[in-house]
């Protein structure tokens, strides 16, 4: 390494006050970060990863929040060395964006829904790189195509609700790449995306970092995601770094109990587990803040494992039943924006001529890119969406003919988990209020008091407890959301959920927990599950069967295991080799490959 870093953070800290105290986000936080370098930073959703990035760029500027401590040194393009929480704010604007970038972890809250993608990434190279409006489009269509986006040009001059969370994220990328920055930081950008998009952010990443001599700073809480692509990793809990060092000693022979439990969390591509180990089941916080390590027989999944024929047999037991929900070539079409004298009529099949049967008791995942159809299909299937084409039927009856009530009644035993809780969640109802709604509606129980208690029963289930009736949904993490998401989508008493996307913006540990816990109600109260996901990972360890989706289309079905183990289709296989392993000899390969580009003697 240089012996002068880019940036060199030390003894950073960051506070916020509340009416609960004062809160150390960030703690005594130091390292540094070279030419050329890519750091990780990892840990759970709250142990300070975002807010120290945010720090860095000096964007911590509320009421409540506050830098207390620390200095930030960075060698400036224009400036020399600075400590960028002593530089005027005039000064901070010209390196924002510019010399140091960010990607931020969610695009849609990130991108202006008032102006077009293509204005917002030309804005950045017109303030900064001093192009006309003809030069800063032409480099945008260039980033577009960079990142990988379909139809660069109808997405120059789309809004950012009219492409999906993959795309948004894309454009955002693009966004920050535009003026090659010396450090780049990116905050969680893959957690929304597919794993061939992932594979490709990742790619275009290291290739910034190579032909630039970029350096980048790679928030996430995922460890199997930065194995390939980081130099180094520090591991933050609850404020401060735990353990840090490069990548391959940490995972092949992480010291610290936090570091193992996320090590452990991540669904490993082994079929038949059918339980995962969480954080807790390595530590533990005594109320002084100690952390006590477990010893390892606490955490033998040995138990857990479910023997291979019975999972067979029950498989076997089930294709003899009827099924509960079938699709006969459903078909979901939207028309295209056309310009005002045009008399054709364009459409985008979102969903083309699909076709299966989901069992009784059974889990049948539903994987695909981003844009492939799932949550359309998902959506059609509840009548979210009216079907263009094709039958819906669920328990006999076809759910795509009924309106009105009859349709609400099907729905009361036809149940969604949606990919953002917060979003799916009234800000200004209790969770209480948000579980007992659809009782109401529905008139399931004679009295309030009796829906109440049922209410209590499911914050139980879902390990929430009975004081948080009354809380409102932004006093909850993103897990508990989720949990709460889950108990309302139960307050029925469904025979079938559909899941989407339920945990792809989760944490690893909390995604364990979650996943642990659907896998449970499924065992206590045979529910069927329709899993929409784009983590075949997650997919493999949830799934009895899994269905394959490409372009509005089902391309390949059949047991996980056999998807998993002999792919037909070409996508499948393409699926399948994106995703991150977190093997030691994938990543000794790797940091070879990285220290062979450092050396220039690696063809781009």
Same mark, same amino acid.
């Given at each position: 390494?240089?012996?002068?870093?880019?940036?060199?953070?030390?003894?950073?800290?960051?506070?916020?006050?509340?009416?609960?105290?004062?809160?150390?986000?960030?703690?005594?936080?130091?390292?540094?970060?070279?030419?050329?370098?890519?750091?990780?930073?990892?840990? +759970?959703?709250?142990?300070?990863? @975002?807010?120290?990035?945010?720090?860095?760029?000096?964007?911590?500027?509320?009421?409540?929040?506050?830098?207390?401590?620390?200095?930030?040194? *960075?060698?400036?393009?224009?400036?020399?060395?600075?400590?960028?929480?002593?530089?005027?704010?005039?000064?901070?604007?010209?390196? =924002?964006?510019?010399?140091?970038?960010?990607?931020?972890?969610?695009?849609?809250?990130?991108?202006?829904?008032?102006?077009?993608?293509?204005?917002?990434?030309?804005?950045?190279?017109?303030?900064?790189?001093?192009?006309?409006?003809?030069?800063?489009?032409?480099?945008?269509?260039?980033?577009?195509?960079?990142?990988?986006?379909?139809?660069?040009?109808?997405?120059?001059?789309?809004?950012?609700?009219?492409?999906?969370?993959?795309?948004?994220? =894309?454009?955002?990328?693009?966004?920050?790449?535009?003026?090659?920055?010396?450090?780049?930081?990116? &905050?969680?950008?893959?957690?929304?995306?597919?794993?061939?998009?992932?594979?490709?952010?990742?790619?275009?990443? $290291?290739?910034?970092?190579?032909?630039?001599?970029?350096?980048?700073?790679?928030?996430?809480?995922?460890?199997?995601?930065?194995?390939?692509?980081?130099?180094? !990793?520090?591991?933050? *809990?609850?404020?401060?770094?735990?353990?840090?060092?490069?990548?391959?000693?940490?995972?092949?022979?992480?010291?610290?109990?936090?570091?193992?439990?996320?090590?452990?969390?991540?669904?490993?591509?082994?079929?038949?587990?059918?339980?995962?180990?969480?954080?807790?089941?390595?530590?533990?916080?005594?109320?002084?803040?100690? #952390?006590?390590?477990?010893?390892?027989?606490? /955490?033998?999944?040995?138990?857990?494992?479910?023997?291979?024929?019975?999972?067979?047999?029950?498989?076997?037991?089930?294709? #003899?039943?009827?099924?509960?929900?079938?699709?006969?070539?459903?078909?979901? *079409?939207?028309?295209?924006?056309?310009?005002?004298?045009?008399?054709?009529?364009?459409?985008?099949?979102?969903?083309?001529?699909?076709?299966?049967?989901?069992?009784?008791? +059974?889990?049948?995942?539903?994987?695909?890119?981003?844009?492939?159809?799932?949550?359309?299909?998902?959506?059609?299937?509840?009548?979210?969406?009216?079907?263009? $084409?094709?039958?819906?039927?669920?328990?006999?009856? $076809?759910?795509?003919?009924?309106?009105?009530?009859?349709?609400?009644?099907? =729905?009361?035993?036809?149940?969604?988990?949606?990919?953002?809780?917060?979003?799916?969640?009234?800000?200004?109802?209790?969770?209480?209020?948000?579980?007992? +709604?659809?009782?109401?509606?529905?008139? /399931?129980?004679?009295?309030?008091?009796?829906?109440?208690?049922? !209410?209590?029963?499911?914050?139980?289930?879902?390990?929430?407890?009975?004081?948080?009736?009354?809380?409102?949904?932004?006093?909850?993490?993103?897990?508990?959301?989720?949990?709460? @998401?889950?108990?309302?989508?139960?307050?029925?008493?469904?025979?079938?959920?559909?899941?989407?996307? @339920? !945990?792809?913006?989760? &944490?690893?540990?909390?995604?364990?927990?979650?996943?642990?816990?659907?896998?449970?109600?499924?065992?206590?109260?045979?529910?069927?599950?329709?899993?929409?996901?784009?983590?075949?990972?997650?997919? =493999?360890?949830?799934? &009895?069967?899994?269905?394959?989706?490409?372009?509005?289309?089902?391309?390949?079905?059949?047991?996980?295991?056999? #998807?998993?183990?002999?792919?037909?289709? +070409?996508?499948?296989?393409?699926?399948?080799?994106?995703?991150?392993?977190?093997?030691?000899?994938?990543?000794?390969?790797?940091?070879?490959?990285?220290?062979?580009?450092?050396?220039?003697?690696?063809?781009?």
């Amino acid at each position: 390494m240089p012996e002068t870093p880019l940036l060199q953070i030390n003894h950073l800290q960051t506070n916020f006050n509340s009416h609960r105290g004062s809160v150390k986000a960030v703690d005594d936080v130091s390292f540094q970060l070279f030419p050329g370098e890519t750091i990780a930073i990892v840990g +759970e959703s709250g142990s300070g990863k @975002s807010v120290t990035a945010l720090s860095i760029l000096r964007l911590i500027n509320t009421p409540t929040g506050k830098i207390s401590a620390g200095e930030i040194i *960075y060698q400036s393009r224009q400036f020399g060395t600075v400590n960028l929480l002593e530089l005027p704010e005039k000064q901070i604007q010209k390196i =924002r964006g510019n010399e140091i970038s960010m990607i931020f972890q969610e695009p849609m809250t990130s991108l202006n829904p008032v102006y077009t993608c293509g204005f917002q990434v030309r804005e950045v190279l017109e303030l900064h790189k001093g192009l006309s409006k003809k030069q800063a489009t032409e480099r945008t269509l260039e980033l577009f195509e960079l990142v990988k986006l379909p139809r660069s040009n109808k997405i120059l001059n789309a809004y950012p609700h009219e492409i999906s969370g993959g795309q948004k994220q =894309r454009v955002m990328i693009a966004m920050a790449m535009a003026c090659n920055p010396a450090v780049l930081i990116a &905050d969680e950008p893959t957690t929304a995306l597919d794993v061939t998009v992932q594979n490709q952010v990742l790619k275009l990443l $290291n290739d910034l970092r190579v032909q630039h001599q970029t350096s980048i700073l790679f928030i996430t809480h995922d460890l199997g995601v930065v194995a390939e692509i980081a130099d180094r !990793v520090l591991v933050m *809990y609850k404020g401060r770094i735990v353990e840090q060092g490069p990548i391959l000693q940490v995972f092949s022979n992480p010291q610290h109990a936090y570091t193992k439990g996320l090590l452990a969390c991540r669904p490993a591509l082994s079929f038949g587990k059918k339980w995962l180990p969480t954080v807790a089941d390595f530590m533990q916080v005594e109320p002084s803040g100690t #952390i006590i390590e477990k010893p390892i027989s606490l /955490v033998d999944n040995s138990t857990k494992i479910v023997n291979q024929e019975l999972i067979e047999a029950s498989k076997n037991e089930k294709l #003899i039943n009827t099924p509960l929900l079938i699709a006969e070539n459903v078909e979901v *079409y939207f028309p295209v924006r056309k310009p005002l004298f045009s008399r054709s009529q364009e459409v985008i099949k979102a969903v083309d001529g699909v076709s299966f049967e989901i069992y009784p008791g +059974e889990t049948v995942a539903l994987v695909g890119e981003s844009g492939c159809g799932k949550t359309t299909l998902g959506r059609a299937i509840l009548k979210m969406i009216k079907p263009t $084409n094709g039958k819906i039927i669920f328990n006999k009856v $076809n759910i795509a003919s009924l309106t009105g009530k009859e349709l609400r009644q099907e =729905r009361k035993k036809l149940q969604m988990i949606f990919q953002d809780p917060y979003a799916s969640l009234n800000p200004m109802h209790t969770i209480g209020e948000a579980i007992l +709604e659809p009782m109401r509606v529905h008139n /399931v129980y004679n009295t309030e008091a009796e829906r109440k208690e049922r !209410v209590l029963e499911l914050l139980h289930t879902v390990n929430l407890s009975a004081e948080h009736f009354s809380r409102y949904p932004h006093e909850f993490s993103g897990g508990q959301r989720q949990r709460i @998401s889950i108990a309302r989508a139960l307050a029925l008493q469904p025979q079938c959920i559909i899941c989407d996307e @339920s !945990v792809s913006a989760l &944490d690893v540990s909390v995604q364990a927990q979650v996943l642990n816990l659907l896998n449970k109600l499924k065992e206590d109260f045979g529910i069927t599950y329709l899993f929409i996901t784009h983590d075949l990972a997650v997919a =493999r360890f949830m799934a &009895d069967r899994i269905f394959v989706m490409s372009q509005g289309k089902i391309v390949e079905s059949g047991p996980a295991e056999q #998807i998993y183990s002999n792919p037909q289709h +070409e996508y499948t296989r393409t699926l399948i080799q994106a995703i991150p392993t977190g093997d030691i000899k994938d990543i000794v390969a790797a940091q070879q490959k990285r220290a062979l580009q450092k050396a220039g003697k690696a063809q781009l």
